[in-house]
């Protein structure tokens, strides 16, 4: 444990030294990450978006180790940073390598989100987690829980956070640019893989190459199909969290930290093509959540509409809540009392104050945020250095996934919820807590 603990001071000594050139005049150099003692990552989920989080680490640091459920994923990473050790089973490089180790990026299906970042912050280090940070609103609270016992630095990978457009969007709404928000609406065209239909029938072969016990995790155990993996598990209720999970932690993103959107009263699925077969999430649905005051800002509710084309068109954004604005795949409308805030960019970067004549003259506040310049995973090292937190550490990350997921739930449970944050309970449903939080498979835990 010494060791760590000095390796972690070492790093946030480097941090400070080079504060110190920069405030003195000087340029910092590149050696002040600490010459030879980079940040040392292991990267859990090395295909798909796991594939360029690998390579921001390998940008910032070390790769020691890589670690996928496909070996041709793993190969073909492998090939860039040949020096890394290779794991199928995160538990196993995680004991093995814990000494070599500072961070940790996570990337793999929500399912297994929490069972490797909650393993790796328990062992002391630092982590990046894909959005949405987990499968439950269960995990989520204990992955806050962990990283503020361990003061570890953390980061969940929706990088719109870092966008200077998103910062100076939350200033504007805060400062009251369209005054006390009453509702917000939040729309996305995913899902853009299979979902709304049965489990398949038929029972493969587990191809050489899949390590397919290692990718159910703590899942459930059934059997191998292609139609699982890899991309498809979003759709899939045991291992993705639909469009919600996917979209929502960018697409509401903004509204969240301005709006502090957290502990709502309630959640409702208002309507919905339905769950199939206890197996995939809805083709389309449209979710409504109830919010009261937050400190002096007013009750408001948000409702969440995904399925793009499939949504039928009586249950989309009114047209007339854009006022005139053409209605894109995605995007996020926020209704005040002074007007509105529309953004049709999926990270809130962009957006528009409506309508526009009378805010042709709008004089934007002066920021009071940081601005990074879109560095995102910059901002999650500076923050491993003893830097400022980054935007997105797990205390906020975990509340919006908290409110994300409580979405997932009131949908999976088929009815209106009234929840009771504190205690994490829907108190008039006691049959949700099946999807508040759920039993792991033997072999793994959080």
């Known amino acids: 444990m010494k060791r760590r603990d000095d390796r972690r001071t070492f790093l946030k000594q480097s941090a400070l030294l080079s504060a110190g050139l920069w ?18 990552f292991a990267s859990i989920g090395v295909g798909g978006k796991g ?25 073909k990473k492998a090939e860039k940073f040949p020096q890394a050790a290779k794991y199928n089973d995160f538990r196993k490089m ?11 990026t996570v990337s793999t299906a929500d399912h297994t989100h929490a069972a490797a970042s909650v393993m790796a912050m328990r062992l002391g280090k630092h982590c990046f987690c894909q959005k949405p940070l987990t499968w439950s609103v269960h995990e989520a609270r204990t992955m806050r829980q962990v990283a503020t016992e361990k003061n570890l ?28 928000v ?9 899902p853009i893989w299979p979902q709304g239909i049965a489990f398949p029938t038929e029972t493969p072969g587990i191809p050489n190459h899949v390590h397919w016990y290692e990718f159910l995790g703590p899942a459930p155990d059934r059997a191998y199909h292609p139609a699982y993996a890899p991309f498809k598990w979003r759709g899939w209720l045991d291992y993705g969290t639909g469009a919600l999970g996917d979209m929502a932690c960018h697409t509401l993103n903004i509204a969240f930290h301005a709006l502090e959107l957290v502990d709502p009263k309630s959640v409702e699925p208002v309507a919905t093509s339905g769950i199939v077969d206890n197996a995939s999430f809805p083709a389309w649905s449209v979710i409504r959540w109830e919010f009261g005051p937050r400190g002096e800002l007013p009750p408001l509710t948000m409702t969440w509409y995904d399925g793009g084309d499939n949504l039928p068109s ?7 809540l854009l006022q005139g604005q053409e209605r894109p795949g ?5 209704v005040g009392d002074g007007g509105s805030f529309f953004s049709q960019n999926d990270y809130g970067s962009e957006y528009v104050l409506l309508p526009k004549e009378k805010f042709a003259e709008y004089k934007k506040p002066e920021p009071s945020l ?28 975990g509340r919006m996934t908290e409110t994300v997921l409580l979405g997932v739930v009131a949908l999976r449970a088929g009815k209106k919820l009234e929840w009771d944050a504190a205690n994490m309970k829907a108190t008039n449903c006691p049959e949700a807590d099946a999807f508040i939080r759920r039993e792991y498979r033997k072999g793994w835990t959080l």
Request: with cysteine; glycine share 14%.
């Open 23 to 40: 405030a003195a005049g000087g340029v910092a150099p590149r050696a002040a990450r600490g010459a030879n003692e980079e940040i040392r």
């Open 51 to 75: 594939s360029s989080d690998t390579d921001d680490a390998g940008r910032h640091g070390a790769i020691v180790a890589l670690c996928d459920v496909d070996d041709n994923a793993l190969g």
């Open 94 to 104: 995680l004991e093995e390598m814990t000494g070599s180790i500072d961070a940790v």
């Open 153 to 180: 630095a953390t980061q969940m990978g929706n990088q719109g956070t870092a966008h200077d457009g998103f910062r100076e969007g939350i200033e504007v709404l805060r400062s009251g640019g369209i005054g006390p």
């Open 182 to 190: 009453r509702q917000v609406h939040v729309w996305t065209n995913r």
């Open 314 to 320: 009586d249950k989309r954004v009114a047209e007339d």
């Open 330 to 334: 995605s995007g996020l409308l926020l």
């Open 370 to 397: 940081p601005r990074v310049g879109g560095r995102h995973f910059t901002e999650f090292c500076d923050a491993i250095r003893g830097g400022p937190k980054s935007m997105s550490n797990f205390d906020a990350a």
